[in-house]
């Protein structure tokens, strides 16, 4: 199993990022998928989940109204549009499965956001 993110950068407060992540390695469309993030200091969170066919998303409160999740099961990816970014938002991403726990070994090496002025 293998996650590849992408996507990240330096964004000032109010800009827009599109995040993507190409997993590998077991049968995608079958799979819910995520999107998490982890802020120095802090825990992993997760920020966005999506079903496996992509007919159910979810959101932290802290990102609702701005990031959507998608996905594309003919090409194994999920992806994050995020809009109005905050400073808050700052943190590495990445995605995942829910159906493999936070616990797992399979943490790609994720995609750096710094949302600054």
């Known amino acids: 199993v293998e996650f590849v993110e992408s996507g990240g950068g330096l964004v000032q407060p109010g800009g827009s990022l599109r995040l993507s992540c190409v997993a590998s390695?077991?049968?995608?469309?079958?799979?819910?998928m995520a999107w998490y993030r982890q802020a120095p200091g802090k825990e992993r969170e997760l920020v966005a989940s999506i079903t496996y066919d992509g007919s159910v998303s979810d959101y932290v409160d802290a990102v609702k109204g701005r990031f959507t999740i998608s996905r594309d099961n003919d090409k194994d990816t999920v992806s994050l549009q995020m809009t109005s970014l905050k400073p808050e938002d700052t943190a590495v991403y990445y995605c995942?499965?829910?159906?493999?726990?936070?616990?797992?070994?399979?943490w790609g090496q994720g995609t750096q956001v710094t949302v600054s002025s």
């Open positions: 995942n499965s829910p159906n493999f726990g936070l616990q797992n070994d399979y």
């Open positions: 390695g077991f049968t995608f469309p079958y799979y819910p």
